[in-house]
């Protein structure tokens, strides 16, 4: 151990006592009992590498969200026979339901949608531990809110191994206007924040800021109405009640907000928001002490007087102390924290503008930006590109390195923030993968750009999502090293139509894939799955240990790869979709299908496959097991690693609740996101936009 990292273990040591007290949610001291943690929009895009100094260490240990992070990736959450319940006593939770219940799909009214950018947000009530009582996740409908329509709803109970009914509405309100970005939790889990507006074209967004409470009777379509406190009041109202900050100008004038979600800064309970016409806002006292939006000392900010223009959703990175954030005419601003003094970039994006917040690693520094279209004709056909930008989060914003991933038009869709994986999390010197749904102007395409001690490489092309010119969701990477059969990660990303998953006929779609890296001097066993640098999937054919450093992958289908005493099956290239197998059908050399057992067989003797009154073979189970099928001879080279849902319109953003086994508690280890168009909402009937839960692995 370095004398760096036996430095860093000590420092982390000490301060996990902290942690343990509660300090590292919000930046003071609270309740042991409350050792949880939010999952939002907003901790995918302050994200950190691991600390390779003890600079960085000391730099990034101060920020709570580092905490957050830190408990994300290492530690492992149970479900407990005992749940206990300080934030309510509602709903006592049992253990003892039948598992199955799984993938849930509630209804959250005609037209719910908030959009491909925005996402739900979810609460763990304890660091260690699942909680069927207090664990809950909020959506918003972005409909108005009525007395038969709720603006905003959180569940409960919701995973398959707590008592039926699964999930519960937790509480239901309706808070007056469309909410049209993402909410946010308060690090103690009792407070929510989001922006909400008026209806209509010109209309007013203000921040509300939300304390709620348990109920048995609230629902989507009987919500309870709230009524704004003062701001004064609201510190001491008796939940559930509400209050609302206008996001004024400078002179005072009320402006829109339906492009910018609110960012928390938990250290110093502060809101970040940007609204219409280039103004960031910032907004004390949310959480803890007597909300209201700084007016002085240069908030707030108009980022671009000349040429304003709406902003997207900010990021508040506390080691550099600077706001990060992109606005509709296509520039980034880098803007002081305490004096609202903004820098702005080039244009980058001459398409769609900058719609997504950027991503910032706060350990090394870097910042990635996503342009549907860089204004360039170096793409085919003498087309713009699109492009990831990287800059440095203290270096001048004149310069940055792009990535281009894929082809853009004159009228591109928009580029959504991709996700970093969990190898450039857990490395100490930025070094791993950023996986984006990219090609803005043509059918979207997955790419992995690997980067290497924080700077990127080559960009590998990789599945097609669609067969059509469709947008994208954002992307999400999910790392789950308790899986059960081994470490294991996914990405998701969505996409609106003419989606190419098998279960998805040609509608929108969610599709996953595996993008577990290979490691070094690892044990690894016979089925178990890698994506190597050639976007193609690797698979365990006889059991061993890795080398110190990464074989040379083949890339022939069917080929094998030594890697000291374990042997790897190339599997192919990754694909959203496979064929399944047809009777008295001319297979060529090569061709891949997914049989019956959810496996993939590789043709590796061409020919005619059986009739159909024979029916397809058995097929062999085993990895590189061969099967005879009439004259066609098939191998399988591994599970597929990929998995697809349906759902109308595309998705929203995709959060993750618990990285566990599912021995651990059958249920716990879930996605969460929305349709954007309705669809037939499973669990609680009825035909709307549809709130849904989805297994990591398989969706479904």
């Known amino acids: 151990m370095t004398g760096m990292t036996a430095r860093f273990v000590r420092f982390g040591t000490a301060l996990l006592g902290l942690v343990a007290a509660g300090w590292f949610l919000s930046g003071r001291a609270a309740e042991s009992e409350r050792e949880g943690y939010p999952t939002d929009w907003s901790h995918r895009h302050l994200v950190f590498s691991q600390p390779g100094s003890d600079e960085q260490a000391e730099r990034v240990a101060r920020d709570p969200r580092y905490w957050q992070h830190w408990y994300r990736q290492n ?151 709230l009524t704004a406190v003062a701001t004064t009041a609201y510190r001491t109202c008796t939940a559930p009640c509400m209050t609302e900050v206008p996001l004024v100008d400078s002179h005072g004038t009320q402006l829109d907000d339906r492009t910018s979600s609110a960012f928390p800064d938990y250290t110093h ?108 004709t170096a793409c085919t056909g003498s087309a713009p590109c699109t492009a990831v930008f990287q800059f440095s989060a203290t270096g001048s914003l004149a310069t940055a390195t792009e990535a281009v991933v894929g ?51 080559t960009v590998v092309a990789g599945p097609v999502l669609s067969n059509a010119s469709d947008p994208c969701s954002p992307v999400t990477d999910i790392a789950n090293p308790n ?58 054919r006889t059991a061993g240990t890795s080398k110190a ?11 094998t790869t030594d890697d000291n005493t374990v042997r790897w099956l190339d599997a192919g290239p990754i694909a959203a979709d496979y064929a399944t197998w047809q009777a008295s059908h001319a297979y060529t050399l090569n061709q891949e299908i997914v049989d019956s057992n959810g496996n993939i067989q590789l043709v590796t003797t061409a020919g005619t496959s059986r009739t159909a009154a024979q029916g397809h073979p058995t097929w062999s189970a085993v990895v590189n097991g061969a099967t005879t099928d009439n004259t066609v001879h098939w191998r399988n080279v591994g599970a597929i690693a990929t998995a697809s849902l349906a759902a109308a319109g595309g998705t929203s953003g995709i959060i993750i609740d618990n990285v566990v086994s599912s021995t651990t508690q059958a249920g716990a280890s879930q996605v969460y996101f929305t349709t954007q168009s309705n669809q037939t909402c499973t669990t609680s009937g009825g035909t709307g936009g549809c709130a849904m839960q989805a297994s990591q692995s398989a969706l479904q």
């Open 269 to 376: 309970d502060i809101i970040w928001v940007g609204t219409t016409v280039s103004w960031l806002h910032k907004i004390t006292g949310v959480f803890r002490g007597s909300p209201a939006e700084v007016t002085t000392g240069g908030f707030p900010s108009q980022l671009n007087p000349g040429n304003p223009n709406t902003l997207s959703s900010p990021v508040y990175d506390y080691a550099s102390q600077f706001v990060f954030v992109g606005d509709y005419g296509g520039f980034l601003y880098r803007v002081n924290a305490s004096t609202g003094v903004a820098t702005p970039s080039a244009q980058l994006d001459h398409g769609t503008g900058i719609v997504a917040g950027p991503i910032v690693d706060s350990t090394s520094e870097k910042v990635y930006v996503f342009a549907s279209s860089d204004g360039t």
């Open 75 to 225: 530690i492992s959450r149970l479900l407990p026979t005992d749940a206990a319940s300080p934030i309510s006593d509602a709903g006592s939770a049992h253990f003892d339901a039948p598992a199955g219940q799984g993938l849930w799909s509630e209804d959250l009214g005609n037209g719910a949608t908030v959009g491909a950018e925005n996402f739900p947000a979810k609460y763990a009530f304890q660091i260690t531990s699942a909680s069927c009582a207090n664990d809950y996740v909020v959506f918003a409908t972005g409909l108005v809110g009525s007395t038969s329509q709720a603006s905003v709803v959180a569940y409960n109970n919701l995973y398959s191994g707590c008592t039926a009914p699964v999930p519960q509405t937790y509480w239901a309100y309706n808070t007056g206007g469309p909410i049209l970005t993402s909410p946010v939790i308060s690090g103690d889990g009792t407070q929510v924040a989001f922006v909400q507006t008026t209806s209509g074209s010109s209309g007013l967004g203000s921040l509300v800021l939300l304390k709620f409470a348990a109920s048995t009777t609230e629902t989507v379509t009987a919500p309870k109405t």
């Open 549 to 559: 450093t990464a074989p040379t992958w083949s890339t022939t289908l069917g080929d």
């Open 483 to 540: 899986a059960t059969g081994g470490a294991t990660e996914w990405f998701f990303a969505g996409t609106t139509g003419a989606g190419l998953g098998n279960n998805c006929a040609s509608g929108g779609c969610l599709t996953n894939f595996k993008d577990q890296q290979w490691k070094a001097s690892t044990a690894y066993v016979v089925g178990q799955q890698v994506l190597d640098t050639h976007f193609q999937i690797q698979t365990v």
């Open 407 to 457: 082809v853009s038009s004159l009228t591109p869709n928009p580029l959504y923030e991709g996700a970093l994986d969990g190898n450039y999390l857990a490395s100490a010197n930025a070094t791993g993968n950023l996986y984006v749904c990219g090609n803005t102007g043509g059918p979207p395409i997955i790419y992995q750009v690997p980067i290497s001690a924080g700077t990127m490489q």
